[in-house]
């Protein structure tokens, strides 16, 4: 291997509240179609909130053995089916010491949220004097890393990142980078979340936050954000060795950019969104003017909307009125640790299939929000890099920048 390894990546797995494939998934985004509805959870007749962005028509029992399903949560039950048909992609056999030599990598912000909810309403509402006994392993944040290790036989590092809603972005840049390096052979990483349960969304309600119908990212009249859920996971590998054994390149990361706010745990700053998004430039060794699309974190609320637009204004200067930036969040939620790589696959997507997704519910611009959303509709467009943004509470900022191959 070089020093220096291009990266390439060379499988994709979703489980989204739009499809439950990656073919199903970019399919739906090229469409505009939405994932928001109402909440159909139990207990969902406790909230105010009535809409979310769940993943649908899910049967674990079609995926998983009865022993199984008796040690996972339904956010490891995304990750490992998303890591199944990542690796199915990519073709790849982790025999003759690989196994050894790959990375298992998963971002989630709060793991396994339906077991806590489950075993809390059990303890404190049903007056149980214990919880299930597999709870622990079922709700712990690693959970969703150790359970694809086991699933699918890989023996090197293997753990869980949280960064909130960067957590996800985080972890796919960790793998970038631990591939590019050379500390190791290939990365399964990504990002789940299951988090619509009731005392999660309770805690989102008491934030003043939440949309009530649908988010309208960047869009006059956004009345805030919407929860969804579902995983994304993908392969990384060095490109000479991808090119190999064979294998087909969907696309390349170029570059990672990190940084902290380091200023409020709510209230995002557009300097560390600068920051990051200059890190994954410089980390790429590529300018402004190469960049033809970003895939924003846009979540739709006020504060978070503007900030991102000044902090891509302040980077990309004149270049910022030539750029293509969407919100997939308008479509399938904001999945919390889950988003970015939800949203990296859109990015990969708009590489790969030179289409752009919209931003849909887009009533019209924000006056403090100035760019071109592509609104409502998806854009075939050239794009040779695309960026994907996350923006975490806790002023946790993370950027990867895709490019496509060939």
Known sequence: MNAVNRVAITGAGIVSPIGHTTTDYCTALKKGQTGIGPITIPYAEELYQKVAAEVRDFDPAQHFDTRQ??????????????????????????????????????????????????????????????????????????????????????????????????????????????????????????????????????????????????????????????????????????????????????????????????????????????????????????????????????????????????AIRQVFREHADKLAVSSTKSMVGHALGASGALEFVAALMAVRDQIVPPTIGYLGPDPACDLDYVPNEARKMPVDVALSNSFAFGGLNAVLAVKRFG
Not at 103 to 112: C, F, L, P
Not at 189 to 194: D, I, L, P
Not at 211 to 218: H, I, K, L, S
């Open 69 to 310: 399903l008796a040690m996972m949560d339904r956010v490891s039950h995304f990750a490992v089916v998303a890591a199944r048909e990542a690796i199915a992609q990519a073709g790849i056999d982790f025999a003759n010491g690989l196994s050894e030599r790959t990375a298992t990598i998963i971002g989630t912000g709060v793991g396994g949220q339906t077991t806590h909810d489950d075993q809390f309403r059990r303890l404190y509402k049903q007056g149980m004097p214990r919880t299930h006994p597999l709870t622990i392993p079922r709700l712990m944040v690693n959970a969703p890393a150790s359970q694809i290790s086991m699933d699918r036989g890989l023996r090197g590092p293997a753990f869980a990142v949280a960064s909130a809603c960067a957590s996800a972005t985080h972890a796919m840049g960790v793998a970038f980078h631990m591939v590019r390096s050379g500390a190791v052979a290939c990365a399964v990483t990504g990002g789940t979340e299951a988090c619509i349960s009731v005392g999660t969304i309770k805690a989102w309600e008491a934030m003043r936050v939440m949309a009530p119908d649908t988010p309208r990212p960047f869009s006059k009249d956004r009345k805030g954000m919407v929860i969804g859920e579902g995983a994304a996971v993908i392969v990384l590998e060095p490109l000479e060795a991808a090119q190999a054994r064979g294998a087909t390149i969907l696309a390349e990361i170029v570059g990672f950019g990190m940084s902290a706010d380091a200023k409020d745990i709510t209230s995002p700053d557009h300097n560390g969104m600068v920051r990051a998004i200059e890190g994954a430039l410089t980390d790429a060794k590529l300018g402004a003017g190469d960049i033809q699309y970003i895939n924003a974190h846009g979540t739709g609320t006020t504060a978070n909307d503007v900030a991102e637009t000044k």
